[in-house]
């Protein structure tokens, strides 16, 4: 049946959150920018997601498939929209209200750049995950391997340009699209930064807005893995294009479900998924860094760094070959990296899979209780 063309098409995949999903619609339905279409991708939900009601709105779509995992659920929303610009939202997150208004607002401003996203929130505190994550994570580790890839400019205190080159104060656009503007201090920082992805993440997917014409180029994500396929495809944007980045907090990612109840369903990068997730990342991080640039020495240790985080989950999930190979293939006398030779020697020593998880488990609440120990030097 047709449908007129949205200026923004929404695509909202979800899997088992019969409990969060209309938070979510409703941050979508509280938007002050109206010109939207929201086409949620139920992928096989086994839980009362098919006795919600969605058909309240005529701009929201209902596509229902059998479980082939959140790539291929948003592949197909992609598949069906019609948008000029595109946007994801996860079933148990939520944008707040400016969110649209001013994402419209930068593309119209700034009609050849591909695309935008956003500082976002932590639950509901203020705790501002994109600088917490560059200041707290990923300057922390490069300060552990020797690198100084996150330290400011002579001169400069403000933390986003430890990675952005250009920062600038946001104009009339975008001030009519939020009237807590001029008081949250936000500025519009740039810069090609597909140097940085070998850190991590530096934009969060429900909070990034790309042009029809970006995501053309970048293609579909992966659906021939569950996890961390958000990590490529925010990726290969970062090398394509300049990175804009609003540092006004856009969008809130819940840990929880409502009223701080555990989710029925885990996430995928955390929990018993861990483990998946980030062997999935690590094989993404060979094909975008590590496959094409072997020889430099930053990339070799933190690959190492990342192999060695590998094998910690391994050896906590019970997958005890797994965590010795690769505790043998991150060891070396650097840093913390030379924890992997005695914990693969924990890992030989132990009789099977769930002694092994059992003793790791042991020894981390052992070094955390050492670590509160206030010891005393002569």
Known sequence: ?????????????TYNRADTVMRA?????????????????????????????????PRIHLIRQRNQGVAAARNAG????TGRLIAFLDSDDEWLPHFLSLSVAFFNEFPDDQYLTFEFFQDDTDHRMIKGTIVNCYQSIARMIGSDAFELPDGQTDDYLRVFRTKSALGTWARRCSADMEASEAFLYQGHIFRYTRWGYFAWLPATVMT???LELVGRFDASKRSAEDYPFQALLARHFRTNFISLPSARKHEHGLHSDPLKEDHLATGP?????????LQYFDQLHWNQNRSDPELSLLRKHYIYETACLALRSGFRNKSIALFKEAACFRNRLWHAYFLAALAVCCPSDKTASAAYGTLRLVLRVLRQFPWETA
């Open 1 to 13: 049946m047709y449908r007129p063309r949205a200026e923004v098409s929404i695509i909202l995949p």
């Open 273 to 281: 998924n861990a483990y998946a997730f980030r062997v999935n990342r």
């Open 212 to 214: 029809r014409q970006a």
């Open 78 to 81: 992609i598949a069906a929209s």
């Open 25 to 57: 619609i409703d941050s979508i339905i509280g938007q002050t920018f109206e010109d939207w279409e929201l086409i949620i991708v139920d992928d096989g939900s086994t839980d009362d997601t098919a006795q919600l009601t969605f058909d309240f709105d």
